[in-house]
């Protein structure tokens, strides 16, 4: 199991999440790539994994209408396009940051 990030911001005028794992930089994903491998079953299969939503669907003013602590695992995103099943556990997070690290 993953550590949970030390520190989560939103900065909506840039549709970037900011997360800080502890002793490490922080690194700033995109929205639209966090909402486009969102791993709910209504966007991605749930027996392959195989993506379902189209990127190319993801709304240009993409804006997180909120975040809520799951446990100590994960983290529900709610989207401004009505979206909000989607838990990215702190190993899927950790995943989706590895190319946006320096």
């Known amino acids: ?3 949970a990030p030390a520190n989560i911001r ?14 490490q930089p922080a690194v ?6 966090l909402r486009g491998e969102c ?3 209504s ?9 379902i939503l189209d990127p190319s669907t ?5 804006k997180l209408d ?3 602590p799951i446990g100590n695992y994960a983290i529900r995103l709610g989207w401004n396009d009505g979206h909000s099943s989607g838990l990215y556990t702190w ?3 950790e995943r989706l940051a590895l190319p946006f690290r320096v």
């Not at 966007?43 to 993506?51: I, L, V």
Request: with cysteine; proline share 4%; aromatic share 6%.
């Open 66 to 68: 909120g975040m809520e």
């Open 91 to 93: 190993e899927t997070l």
């Open 43 to 51: 966007c991605r299969n749930e027996w392959t994994g195989e993506r």
């Open 1 to 3: 199991m993953s550590d």
């Open 39 to 41: 791993p709910c079953a």
């Open 10 to 23: 939103a900065l909506q005028s840039e549709q970037i999440l900011e997360l800080t794992w502890e002793n």
């Open 58 to 62: 993801i709304r240009a003013d993409l």
């Open 28 to 33: 700033r994903l995109p929205y639209k790539h």
